[in-house]
């Protein structure tokens, strides 16, 4: 991992600022930590409440911090495996991020059956146990090769 960052938007405390903006900061702050590019992330776990207060915030967010480069990351969102762990999802998600980029793989998004059409990410999707390659150019769901994640 090359960096990192925490911002809280205190809009309310369960439900994010509609506008992705404390989630927009946290990734600015840690694409500088990590001295990055947007270009440099080819994958992302996203939050992903699986709720429109949630996902679209989260979604906005990374569409400001990312531009159109954001066609070209691969999301996924492991509370699809774990459920909401509530005060636990943070440090769980941590393990399993980090366990992602030591594998150079993109724990998949279970039981997505209807995408939101507001929300046209590259969900990496599959059966529980499976995962997808990370790349430099993205998800790989069949080769590996290296990869430079954020």
């Known amino acids: 991992m090359a960096g990192g960052a925490v911002t809280s938007d205190a809009h309310h405390i369960t439900a994010p600022d509609p506008e992705g903006l404390g989630a ?15 270009e440099d992330v080819t ?5 992903a409440t699986s709720t429109p207060k949630g996902d679209v915030p989260e979604y906005t ?15 996924s969102a492991t509370k699809s495996q774990t ?17 992602a980029l030591a594998e150079r793989a993109a724990p998949v998004t279970i039981n997505l059956d209807n995408q939101d059409p507001e ?24 080769s590996a090769s290296a990869a430079t994640t954020l």
């Open 43 to 47: 994958h992302v776990n996203a939050h």
């Open 61 to 75: 967010a990374m569409k400001s911090a990312f531009g159109a480069h954001l066609d070209s990351i691969c999301v």
């Open 119 to 142: 929300i046209p990410l590259d969900v990496v999707t599959g059966s529980r146990g499976s995962s997808a390659r990370v790349t430099s150019s993205g998800c790989a769901r069949a």
């Open 24 to 38: 927009t900061r946290a990734i600015h702050a840690a694409l500088e930590s990590a001295g990055a590019s947007p």
């Open 83 to 99: 459920g909401h762990l509530l005060g636990a999802a943070g440090a769980v998600e941590s393990v399993l991020t980090v366990k």
